[in-house]
Nanobody, 115 residues
Framework: QVPLVESGGGLVQAGGSLRLSCAAS????????MSWYRQAPGKQRDLVAF???????HYADSVKGRTTISKDKVKNTMYLRLSSLNPGDTAVYSC?????????WGQGTQVTVSS
């Protein structure tokens, strides 16, 4: 198991921005997709964005236009930049790394947006 550690969450005012990080403790080869999910209290976990090994990105409609997913292979780290935050973005954000024969999740980082 390769631990994934998220960071960058916290309390932010509406309209603000955050950058979340997901760091792997070692280099992970054969990654197909790196993703961010979020789960608000009492709701199901939803996909926020993903980036493929080839750099193709996808965003949920709820964050499209104000979110950027990126990765740094040298640092074994993935990022999620969230802008124009609103209280509806409040959730635990988790990263996920998938390959042909593995599926790793981070422990999650809390993002709270105050109005």
């Amino acid at each position: 198991q390769v631990p994934l550690v998220e960071s960058g969450g916290g309390l932010v005012q509406a309209g603000g921005s955050l950058r979340l990080s997901c760091a792997a403790s070692r280099n992970i080869s054969s990654i197909n997709t790196m993703s961010w999910y979020r789960q608000a209290p009492g709701k199901q976990r939803d996909l926020v964005a993903f980036i493929t090994s080839g750099g193709i990105t996808h965003y949920a409609d709820s964050v499209k236009g104000r979110t950027t997913i990126s990765k740094d292979k040298v640092k074994n780290t993935m990022y999620l930049r969230l802008s124009s935050l609103n209280p509806g973005d409040t959730a635990v954000y988790s990263c996920r790394v998938r390959g042909t024969d593995f599926d790793y999740w981070g422990q999650g980082t809390q993002v709270t947006v105050s109005s």
